[in-house]
């Protein structure tokens, strides 16, 4: 779908604050955030992702609002301890004067 494409955010979960390498802009799992903890979070250079892949991505239209589910697998390193994620999210986007914004994201990690 031409103006949406999936964003690269750094707000993957990550271990709760009881793991051995918490970084102060972690995320923790289970937890809502605003925008300022979220744009926070994007500015942790101690979260390095390296591999990020997404499959099953579906995206479905209503006018000016799109839903995108997808899985996702996410390798790499926070704090130096090396991480692999897998989880499902979906993207709430709308259509604004021509221009795609994501309102609102939701991540689950699948065990």
């Avoid at 964003?7 to 979960?13: A, E, I, V």
């Avoid at 250079?45 to 591999?51: A, G, H, I, T, V």
Wanted: proline share 7%; hydrophobic share 30%.
């Amino acid at each position: 779908m031409p103006g949406i494409k999936r964003k690269f955010t750094t707000t993957q979960p990550r271990p709760p604050p009881s793991s051995p390498t918490p970084s102060s802009a972690s995320i923790i799992i289970g937890a809502i955030q605003n925008k300022s903890q979220y744009l926070a979070g994007l500015k942790d250079l101690s979260f390095k992702p390296e591999e990020i892949a997404n499959s099953e991505t579906s995206v479905y239209l209503y006018g000016d609002v799109a839903i995108v589910t997808s899985v996702y697998r996410t390798k790499g390193t926070d704090g130096g301890k090396l991480f692999i994620h897998h989880g499902r999210f979906t993207d709430t986007w709308i259509r604004r004067n021509g221009e795609w914004k994501c309102v609102a994201d939701q991540e689950t990690l699948i065990h």
